[in-house]
T-cell receptor, first 114, second 113 residues
Framework: KQEVTQIPAALSVPEGENLVLNCSFT??????LQWFRQDPGKGLTSLLL?????REQTSGRLNASLDKSSGRSTLYIAASQPGDSATYLC?????????????FGGGTRVLVKP | DGGITQSPKYLFRKEGQNVTLSCEQN?????MYWYRQDPGQGLRLIYY???????QKGDIAEGYSVSREKKESFPLTVTSAQKNPTAFYLC????????????FGQGTRLTVV
């Protein structure tokens, strides 16, 4: 069964510092990995989706890498801003999972201080 | 606008009551999902449906029921058998097949009073 872990659970950085968020998983037989952002009391917004065959994906200040051999993905957010404060979740689309179910990590709660 | 809509945003349930959470999408997606989120935790799958008139239990289906009579709609009923229903409920949809991103609604916060 796929297990997804995100460490740390919470992170606080000063504005302008780069953010590094980690996601580890146990089953590397995946279709893709997706990073989401969640604001308090809101739904999830998709940030980046990395296909199994890709090593990284970029969108603006965001860059996500994928290393299936080590079971890790990292989300980098460059030059953080207070508006980046949110919870970030990674989710795996595992080949063995019926119904294309996503398995989520517990999330990393980020606070960017002005 | 295309999207996925959950209603209501807030819902209060008395002990012993059944309540139904609505999820509607106009994205023409085949697959729909219900997740539960507890404070400080990730999402756990309750039920999912890949096609109309068919649905499957997720990891925590006990005390919940669903229906999928229309492609656009996937309502979730929280029954009185669910002993700890207070949580944030999220509905998602995606096209059939792998490697496609999922889209989420804005969630419903259910509280037992």
């Amino acid at each position: 069964k796929q297990e997804v872990t995100q460490i740390p659970a919470a992170l606080s950085v000063p504005e302008g510092e780069n953010l590094v968020l980690n996601c580890s998983f146990t089953d590397s037989a995946i279709y893709n990995l997706q990073w989401f952002r969640q604001d308090p009391g809101k739904g999830l917004t998709s940030l980046l989706l990395i296909q199994s065959s890709q090593r990284e994906q970029t969108s603006g200040r965001l860059n996500a890498s994928l290393d299936k051999s080590s079971g890790r993905s990292t989300l980098y957010i460059a030059a953080s801003q207070p508006g980046d404060s949110a919870t970030y979740l990674c989710a795996l689309d595992t080949i063995k999972a019926a119904g294309n179910k996503l398995t989520f990590g517990g999330g990393t709660r980020v606070l960017v201080k002005p | 606008d295309g999207g996925i809509t959950q209603s209501p945003k807030y819902l209060f349930r008395k002990e012993g009551q059944n309540v139904t959470l609505s999820c509607e999408q106009n994205l023409n997606h085949d697959a729909m999902y219900w997740y539960r989120q507890d404070p400080g935790q990730g999402l756990r799958l309750i039920y999912y449906s890949q096609i109309v008139n068919d649905f499957q239990k997720g990891d925590i289906a006990e005390g919940y029921s669903v229906s999928r009579e229309k492609k656009e709609s996937f309502p979730l009923t929280v029954t009185s058998a669910q002993k700890n229903p207070t949580a944030f409920y999220l509905c998602a949809s995606r096209p059939q097949g792998a490697s496609i991103e999922a889209f989420f609604g804005q969630g419903t916060r259910l509280t037992v009073v």
